[in-house]
């Protein structure tokens, strides 16, 4: 068992081989499932990607629109009441409101499904219905950050000198806001969207268990308890990249979009 | 006229003191309604911790099967019984202490060590800042819950294993501030006058750099107090953070999951003290940060 395994080398020969089989795309096999581990994860990828996507598509949405009328009324009253939700949702433990949410929506109302991810067979509305929750769930920290950070980066470029010059010439207050204030407010905003879509991907750990719903996190969650190290050193080794890749692609975007950061000159 | 003079500086004096009260972070502070607020719900408990065993029965993990998922305000339990008929209410304020022993406690740890590496790292610069930031990258590459999780994989649950755990997930993040900070705090005169007038490094450090990143480290503790009663009560929820029967509002929330049908109390009681908590530490370290760096004020 020890040597199949390659227990009785040492730990340097050990994460040698690892790290080369890993670079072959050999991440091990997983003892619980006796799969591949790539294999496991590459089935559950696109399940997590189904939650994480539209959750953070519906939190951008619901963000953007809520920070920037919260900016442009600020000091009424619904920008009181939407910052201090914006507050609350930053704070909210997750797995709480998925509990919650099931209490009220599957238990008590009897309206969504609680657990699983539907079949595709019943038709996709069974997949939609059974997304709803946990979507839901995910996307509130999500919702909140944007809605915070959109009203704050909008504050600051409302008051600016270009924003000043674009209402003296007589353009229209709504085009003036969502076209050239939102432009010039979106670097902060797209720190923060891949920010929070890598952390989506983490906080799938929490939500999945919540939800029984079969992605990355539940696939982690299991492997822990059933201490499947080749298939946590996996997960994590892919949700790592991610991480860094989504970084990555942030920093690109946003030398893109802001022609004031430059990489190279080190300004 | 020399004792006109006088009065006058004496009154002029009065008014600097005055105004320097007024404006002292601890004045403008108790001005922001909103900080006060995350204040008050913060006192409130850390007082319920500290009082636990004058306040309760002092026996958080006494059994009553007979008096199971009682509920509210039944057979005088406040906030009703769990599965295994333990005052519920007594168990809350016993989970805060553990709360917010772990939070406080992970933000020590990674708020020494996280200043200590921010220091060295901002100061020395070359080869030294460069080792020690790519480390810190690295480390980052880890989403912090999963971190924290990987952590306790290889630890064990029990209390200090999970203050350990939060504790070293937050030491990148609170370096990468720290370092920031002494980048800008090192070109300022008064540090090139300090080399120039020979004082040693370690001295330079902690007596000149050290207490001007002070405000940025409070404000960001205060903020990640918050994410640690969090990251703990996630860990708890998952099994992994602190063991049962031991209250802490992670593990009372994993066993109101498990009751959810029979119990919803149990789950929607644990849950909302740490939502209170967590947005008191928010609403406090956002206030911190108007009053400490008034450019962040928005």
Redesign the interface.
Same mark, same amino acid.
């Given at each position: 068992m020890r040597e199949t395994m390659g227990l009785d080398e040492p730990m340097l020969i050990q994460y040698r081989d690892y790290m080369l089989n890993v670079l072959r795309g050999d991440f091990g096999k997983s003892y619980s499932y006796n799969k591949p581990v790539l294999e496991l994860i590459a089935g559950r990828i696109p399940n997590t990607l189904l939650l994480a996507l539209p959750a953070i598509g519906i939190a951008l949405l619901i963000g953007l629109v809520i920070g920037v009328l919260s900016a442009v009324n600020q000091g009424s009253w619904f920008d009181y009441v939407f910052m201090m939700l914006a @507050? *609350?949702g930053?704070?909210?433990?997750i $797995?709480?409101?998925g @509990?919650?949410l099931? @209490?009220l929506f599957s238990?008590n109302l009897g309206w969504l499904p609680a657990i699983g991810m539907g079949s595709a067979a019943k038709g996709i509305g069974n997949v939609i219905r059974h997304m709803i929750l946990p979507c839901f769930c995910l996307s509130t920290i999500p919702t909140a950050t944007f809605a915070r950070i959109t009203?704050?980066s909008i @504050?600051?470029s409302i008051h600016g000198d270009a924003i000043r010059a674009l209402r003296a010439r007589g353009i229209r207050e709504a085009i003036v806001v969502w076209k050239y204030a939102l432009k010039s407010a979106l670097p902060p905003i797209v720190t923060v969207l891949g920010l929070q879509l890598?952390?989506c $991907?983490?906080?799938a750990?929490?939500t999945e268990?919540?939800f029984s719903w079969p992605g990355m996190g539940t696939l982690?969650?299991g492997a822990?308890?059933n201490r499947d190290y080749a298939l946590?050193q996996g997960a *994590?080794l892919v949700?790592?990249l991610a $991480?860094?890749v989504i970084n990555m692609i942030v920093d690109v975007v946003y030398m893109m979009i802001n022609p004031k950061v430059s990489y190279e000159g080190g300004k | 006229m020399e004792k006109k003079l006088g009065l006058d500086q004496q009154s002029q004096e009065e008014i600097v003191k005055r105004e320097r009260k007024a404006n002292s972070a601890w004045n403008k502070l108790k001005r922001n309604k909103t900080a006060m607020m995350g204040l008050v719900v913060i006192c409130i408990m850390v007082l319920g911790a500290l009082l636990a065993p004058v306040i309760t029965g002092g026996k958080p993990n006494e059994i009553h099967p007979v008096d199971a998922y009682l509920k509210f305000f039944e057979k005088g339990h406040i906030f009703g019984t769990d599965e295994f008929g333990r005052d519920l209410f007594t168990r809350i304020c016993y989970g805060a202490r553990v709360s917010l022993l772990v939070a406080v406690g992970a933000t020590i740890v990674g708020g020494f060590f996280g200043v200590a590496l921010g220091l060295i790292s901002g100061y020395a610069g070359g080869v030294i800042d460069s080792v020690i930031m790519r480390i810190m990258d690295g480390l980052l590459a880890f989403p912090f819950i999963l971190m924290s999780i990987i952590l306790m994989t290889v630890l064990g649950s029990g209390i200090f294993n999970v203050i350990l755990a939060i504790g070293i997930a937050e030491i990148p993040r609170f370096a990468r501030v720290v370092r920031g900070q002494v980048l800008i705090v090192k070109q300022e005169e008064y540090c090139n006058a300090g080399k120039v007038i020979g004082i040693s490094h370690p001295r330079m450090v902690i007596f000149h750099i050290l207490p001007n990143t002070v405000s940025e480290v409070i404000v960001y503790a205060t903020l990640n107090i918050a994410s640690a009663i969090i990251s703990e009560a996630s860990l708890s929820f998952l099994g992994l953070g602190i063991e049962l029967p031991t209250a802490s509002w992670g593990s009372i929330l994993r066993s109101g999951r498990d009751c959810l049908n029979t119990a919803p109390h149990i789950a929607a009681i644990s849950g909302l003290f740490i939502l209170l908590t967590v947005i008191g530490f928010n609403l406090l370290g956002d206030g911190i940060r108007d009053v400490l760096d008034p450019k962040m004020k928005k």
């Open positions: @507050l *609350v930053v704070s909210m433990p $797995f709480w409101m @509990l919650m099931v @209490l238990v009203r704050s @504050l600051e890598a952390s $991907f983490a906080g750990i929490l268990t919540i982690i969650v822990i308890d946590i *994590v949700i790592a $991480f860094v | -």
